[in-house]
């Protein structure tokens, strides 16, 4: 007795992936032209360079987070209500990408932080 099931689509049009990668782009975008365009009297390229490095930096920890948790819940989701194997395999290989990328994202953050007072002025101050 062969049941007519639909075959669940495997991948997203076309359409829609250029719809997901314009929103990407948009976001980035955003995210890297908000910064103010002049900078302060007595400031140098170095130090206004920093600050605007530091703040992209933030925004984008922020906005890394939100997704992650997202797409994060979004494997969840297909992990617990797939009864497809296949599904919920692949959910829990991109459930490991995401926690991986995420903590490589953060861990930079902390290294900056920890690095740049030991190479202060641009001399290496053991």
Not at 12 to 32: E, H, I, N
Request: aromatic residues 10%.
């Amino acid at each position: 007795m062969a049941q007519n099931r639909k075959k669940p689509q495997e991948h997203l049009s076309p359409r829609l992936q250029r719809w997901f990668q314009g929103a990407a782009s948009t976001c980035y975008m955003m995210v890297l032209f908000a910064q103010p365009a002049a900078a302060a009297s007595g400031d140098t390229i170095w130090s206004r360079f920093s600050t605007i490095m530091a703040d992209v930096y933030g925004e984008l920890v922020g906005i890394s987070t939100i997704v992650a948790v997202t797409a994060a819940s979004v494997a969840l989701l297909v992990r617990m209500i797939s009864r497809n194997e296949r599904a919920v395999s692949e959910a829990t290989s991109w459930l490991k990408r995401i926690i991986v990328t995420w903590i490589v994202l953060n861990t930079l953050g902390f290294a900056v932080a920890y690095l740049q007072p030991l190479i202060q002025g641009g001399q290496y101050t053991p």
